[in-house]
Each structure stands twice: as structure tokens, then as C-alpha cells.
């Protein structure tokens, strides 16, 4: 039997295998409908948090704003996302997502071979398992996202 070390260690292992593929998958994905990976991510940003101000995405981003103009123009420029005047400050200018259902088709076939063998794992767990998932995972989702921060500060 493994230590409880030993098996940290390999668990470290696994998640950073996952988050290589995460990444690799996201470019593969991102590739297919023509954009590149910071652009991807970028509109997954845009889509969660809309409206949201082109300096507020650079920050999440870690871009400075001018890269994240060039990322916001090339996302118009193909359609994705559109510039829009801030109601409550009209010198300002927010970031919402075009609704197009064919590419969010595309993109929703990229993923469904994700999905379907996401699905097939989860049905061979128990609901408390996957409970317990949900915790450990929301708690390592909080701590990336403060690491992050800390990173960005340095």
C-alpha cells in the first residue's frame, strides 16, 4: 500500500498531466474555429462575466491592455464580440459576446466528445463522490485563483 506522501505525489502528478491537456485541448478546440488560445479563453471570459470592460479582461487575462486590444480586435473582427458604450459611463466601453448559434454549435461539437466521456466517468460514481469532488475541486479552483493573484503581484 502507498504512503499518504506517495499518494499526494501521484495525485500531484495527475493534475498537472490534467492541466497540460487542458491546455492542449483548448488550442486544439481554439484552432478548429480559427482563434488562437489567449483569444478562446479570452471570449469564455467575456461570455461569463458580460458585460465586462477591456481592462477588467486584461487584468484576468494577465495582458497589458494593449495586447488585450489586439485580442479584442481580432474578436470583433471574426464576429465574436462587439464594443459597446457603458450606460452608466458613456467614455467607457464594455465587451459583450455576438450570439451566433452556428458557432456556438462548432464549438459545442468540439466539446462533445469531452462531454460524453465526462458524463461516462461521472456514472460511475456515487453522488457523495461526486460531491466530494465538487468540494475538493471548487477548493483547488479558489486556491489557482489566488496563487494567480499573488503571481500577478510580484
Known amino acids: ?22 491546455v492542449l485541448h483548448t488550442n ?44 479584442v480586435d481580432r474578436l470583433e473582427r471574426v464576429g465574436f464580440v462587439r ?19 452556428e458557432k456556438s454549435r462548432k464549438v459545442c461539437d468540439l466539446y462533445q466528445p469531452m462531454q460524453e466521456m465526462f458524463e461516462d466517468i461521472m456514472k460511475t460514481c456515487t453522488p457523495e463522490e461526486i460531491e466530494f469532488l465538487i468540494k475538493i475541486h471548487n477548493k483547488m479552483n479558489a486556491g489557482v485563483e489566488a496563487i494567480i493573484t499573488d503571481l500577478r503581484k510580484k
Do not use: Y
Open 28 to 71: 486544439a478546440v481554439a484552432n478548429k474555429i480559427g482563434l488562437s488560445a489567449t483569444e478562446f479563453e479570452s471570449m469564455d471570459l467575456i461570455s461569463r462575466h458580460q458585460p465586462m470592460s477591456a481592462g477588467n479582461l486584461a487584468f484576468k487575462c494577465g495582458l497589458t491592455t494593449g495586447a488585450i486590444t489586439g485580442v
Open 83 to 101: 464594443r459597446v458604450r457603458d450606460p452608466g459611463d458613456r467614455r467607457r466601453v464594455l465587451l459583450e459576446p455576438i450570439e451566433d448559434r
Open 1 to 22: 500500500m502507498k504512503s499518504k506522501t506517495e499518494l499526494i505525489e501521484e495525485l500531484n502528478q495527475s493534475i498537472q498531466r490534467s492541466g497540460t491537456l487542458t
